[in-house]
């Protein structure tokens, strides 16, 4: 259909005009601001050919399109009586997306950036259980003392990490926030822990408590500290801002943080705590199936990173029932993924995406590849995977198995659970359970052959037809990210295209091949090129940076500007861009991904401008 029946459809599908408070688009998908969300027929969009997903995000419904997003665009303005809004509409709209789903935006985005750090601990921990096991390594000896400071230090000291990450989250000063939080593990501070007489601040009674390994004092403390920082940024003279600011911060938030936020903190975890707790002495089979059950749902959604503060202070008070309960969850993914590898023998794509996900399930606990690429995709396996879940979630729950250390549910971290025993039998039932019920009524993916598989299929059945090989460097100096880890859906799931993720420590973006420039979007957080070879490449600057309404961007280029390698497209501020609150990470998407057998990101690391960054197969 052509850009004004495809307007047309999809106005029609979210409600129709008047259900339309203002419409606005970005680089890549059009973002309406609905009266009644109720009214749009999400799942009817997403069936629309040309729309590649529907997203309902930070208050607005968003229809992803691509590249011809602005020609649609203009059809639905011009046939339509509808607002063009403003960017300003799209942050009202995400205050009013909810409480709790702010809370747990808010949550997610804190702890995102740790769990590398948190797994890569937490998997040390688990080394030193081994070596224990095997007495390998004396407990007493001074080898011992410095890995279990390589592995604890995290931990101890985990609302610094914490306090920084949110701060970073919320746009105000990471440095500063650690500061915060290192006052209330200083030695003079857990002294008072100790202390037999009346302790007070001022003369306010002081409820002395140790912090560390906590989590939630901290994350209510960065919500006060962010728009508190803010104020005191507008009310402070220039002459005089670079140290009064930190300073009220810190005179300010420590002493609050003491006296308020961290008992409130402390009473809200063991609350929670003590809530699971009583579920699972009340019916432990029952609190396994219900916490086994749900956690595939809540990845799902998104909101599982919330949970983890709940699961952390758990573990700072004796040990956390939670984790050992998902786990069987996970193994039910991982039990999935094996059985449809010994059905499906004839389906090469799937028996190459299932033994691949056991494997990374396995060995490293990842199952996002099994959710997303395989239960989601053949809707007969969710069924499957939930009652075997449940199975292993209820022998956890009955076996009382604890964890006291951060790790993932891989087959290395198993000693890290007690009883250890019990914890096997319950990831084994759940494995084992999703394994057979997925090989009897489980899919040999029969009816879905991939446009990858076809070319390779045509290049078997045709030796003449040759894979050629374009590599595209990278527009940006910085961390190279796989494309999954970017916080957004449209680009981790590749809806727009495959493609790599690149956290800037520069901000200058430049031409990743000799080209032309096909779109540049007005506020300049989004450039789309295509290559002397036909590749269409779309660079996005930040996450949802459109509302950025063009500050802090410079284009250097135009539209239809003829460009060659390394040629400077864009220059940005990242530090301001991060001031305001938003992410910086860029996806950069090859948006024709269809016309070619793959595009293959080189693994995360530190990348120069310049450096190869994809691989294209033709």
């Not at 390994?213 to 220039?238: C, G, H, N, Q």
């Not at 911060?249 to 705590?273: C, D, H, K, Q, R």
């Not at 952390?312 to 996970?330: E, F, Y």
């Not at 045509?458 to 970017?486: H, M, R, T, Y």
Request: charge should be negative.
């Amino acid at each position: 259909m052509n850009n004004k029946e495809l307007g047309e459809k999809i106005i029609d599908l979210v409600g129709g005009e008047k259900n339309v408070n203002s419409l606005i688009h970005c680089a890549t998908r059009l973002r309406f601001n609905l009266k009644n969300f109720d009214k749009a027929n999400k799942s009817a969009l997403s069936d629309i050919p040309d729309v590649l997903t529907v997203v309902e995000k930070g208050g607005q419904l968003q229809v992803v399109i691509g590249n011809k997003v602005g020609k649609v665009h203009t059809e639905i303005m011009k046939s339509h009586n509808i607002s063009s809004g403003s960017e300003q509409d799209g942050k009202n709209s995400e205050k009013k997306a909810g409480l709790m789903a702010n809370v747990f935006e808010y949550i997610s985005g804190t702890f995102t950036p740790l769990i590398p750090a948190l797994a890569g601990a937490g998997m040390i921990k688990a080394l030193l259980a081994v070596l224990t096991i095997l007495n390998w390594i004396n407990v007493e000896g001074s080898t011992y003392a410095v890995l279990n400071g390589a592995s604890s230090g995290l931990f101890y000291f985990l609302p610094i990490f914490v306090g920084v990450s949110a701060a970073r989250k919320l746009g105000a000063n990471p440095y500063v926030a650690g500061v915060i939080a290192a006052g209330l593990l200083d030695p003079n501070f857990t002294a008072l822990i100790e202390s037999t007489g009346d302790t007070t601040f001022m003369g306010i009674p002081l409820i002395a408590a140790s912090y560390s390994t906590t989590v939630f004092p901290i994350l209510i403390a960065m919500a006060v500290y962010a728009p508190l920082e803010r104020w005191l940024k507008r009310i402070s003279p220039d002459t005089i801002q670079l140290f009064f600011v930190s300073m009220i911060s810190i005179l300010v938030m420590v002493p609050l943080t003491a006296l308020v936020f961290g008992p409130f903190g402390e009473y809200i975890s063991s609350g929670i705590g003590s809530a699971v707790a009583f579920m699972l002495d009340t019916s432990a089979i029952l609190s396994g199936i219900l916490i086994a059950l749900a956690w595939p749902i809540i990845v799902i959604l998104g909101v599982h990173w919330g949970i983890f503060p709940i699961i952390l202070d758990n573990m700072s008070r004796g040990g956390d029932m939670i984790k050992p309960i998902t786990a069987a969850a996970v193994f039910a993914q991982i039990g999935i993924a094996f059985g449809i590898f010994l059905r499906a023998r004839k389906n090469k794509e799937l028996r190459s995406l299932t033994f691949a996900a056991t494997t990374s399930g396995l060995l490293a606990g990842v199952t996002e590849p099994i959710l997303y690429g395989l239960i989601l995709r053949y809707k007969r396996l969710i069924p499957l995977t939930l009652i075997s879940g449940a199975i292993g979630g209820a022998m956890i729950a009955v076996f009382d198995v604890k964890i006291s250390t951060f790790v993932f549910n891989s087959i290395f971290t198993i000693p890290n659970y007690t009883p250890t025993l019990g914890y096997v039998i319950g990831i084994g039932s759940s494995f084992l359970a999703a394994t057979v019920l997925a090989f009897i009524f489980g899919t040999e993916g029969k009816k879905i052959k991939s446009e990858d598989e076809n070319a390779v299929n045509a290049q078997e059945e045709n030796p003449s037809i040759e894979s050629v090989k374009f590599d595209i460097q990278s527009p940006l100096k910085g961390e190279l990210i796989p494309l999954e880890e970017i916080d957004d859906p449209v680009f981790s799931n590749a809806s727009m295209g495959k493609g790599v993720g690149i956290e800037p420590i520069e901000g200058v973006v430049y031409s990743p091949f000799n080209g032309k420039v096909v779109t540049l979007f007005p506020t300049k957080h989004a450039i789309g090129l295509v290559s002397e070879d036909g590749v269409e490449v779309l660079i996005h600057i930040g996450i949802d940076t459109v509302q950025l309404e063009g500050k802090h961007f410079e284009a250097h280029v135009a539209t239809d500007a003829i460009v060659k390698k390394g040629d400077k497209l864009i220059t940005f501020d990242i530090q301001a861009i991060q001031d305001e609150g938003y992410k910086t990470t860029t996806p950069i998407i090859i948006t024709n991904t269809k016309d070619y057998l793959d595009a293959i990101p080189m693994n995360p690391k530190q990348i120069n401008a310049g450096e190869h960054v994809l691989t294209i197969l033709r």
